[in-house]
């Protein structure tokens, strides 16, 4: 395996492996919420990764598996748009 492959193929199978575990329980800031009874004052915004996921893809380990790799790709083209800028 040569070392573009490589790295490419890393990052994917770290994402396949970590929408494995995504889990469906609210994250702490909405845990404080619920405790607190001020979940109900939040404005419900739409958007494509709502819940990390895309809500128009209906099985969920695969809408959380490409809500993962479209990050890695946002997460590197961020990268080389502010690599060109540094340099």
Known sequence: MNKKTFVITIPILV????????????DT????AINYGFEGQAKEISSLFTG?????????FMSSFC?????????????????RFVK
């Open 15 to 26: 994402v396949l492996l970590a929408s494995l575990f995504a889990s469906k329980r609210p």
């Open 29 to 32: 800031l909405e845990t404080i």
């Open 52 to 60: 990390y996921s895309f809500p128009f893809i209906h099985n969920q």
């Open 67 to 83: 809500a993962g790799i479209m990050g890695l790709f946002i997460i590197y083209v961020l990268y080389k748009v502010v690599k």
